[in-house]
């Protein structure tokens, strides 16, 4: 059984910053993509960034330049780092990651798997 918990969410005051982080566990053989989505109020739920095994990222357009995100492989972790934030920032922050894992009774499955997400209100 995989899990990933994110932490790191809470209130920041506009132009202020965070980091997010996200660990997955369990009986985890492999992890692939890894990536961070937001779902806003009454919004559907977005990518702000994602990176693949190879360590290439992929931003939405509205963070660049802003949000880095980064992994530590061997820690099963994944981070965003958020500078420069914007009231339009405010949303659940969802952790999403590729993973290939075994099965009690041999083989394996590579699955979606989603955090239970981190709230990030961005406020004076």
């Known amino acids: 059984q995989v899990q990933l918990v994110e932490s790191g969410g809470g209130l920041v005051q506009p132009g202020g910053s965070l980091r997010l982080s996200c660990v997955a566990s369990?009986?985890?053989?492999?992890?692939?993509?890894m990536g961070w989505y937001r779902q806003g109020p009454g919004n559907q739920r977005d990518l702000v960034a994602d990176m693949n095994s190879g360590h290439s990222t992929n931003y939405s357009n509205s963070v660049k330049g802003r949000f880095t995100i980064s992994r530590d492989d061997a820690k099963k972790l994944v981070y965003l780092q958020m500078n420069s934030l914007k009231p339009e920032d405010t949303a659940v922050y969802y952790c999403?990651?590729?993973?290939?894992?075994?099965?009690?009774?041999?083989?394996?499955?590579?699955?979606?798997?989603w955090g239970r997400g981190t709230q990030v209100t961005v406020s004076s």
């Open positions: 999403r990651a590729d993973i290939k894992t075994s099965l009690s009774k041999g083989g394996w499955i590579r699955n979606d798997y």
């Open positions: 369990g009986t985890i053989l492999s992890i692939y993509d």
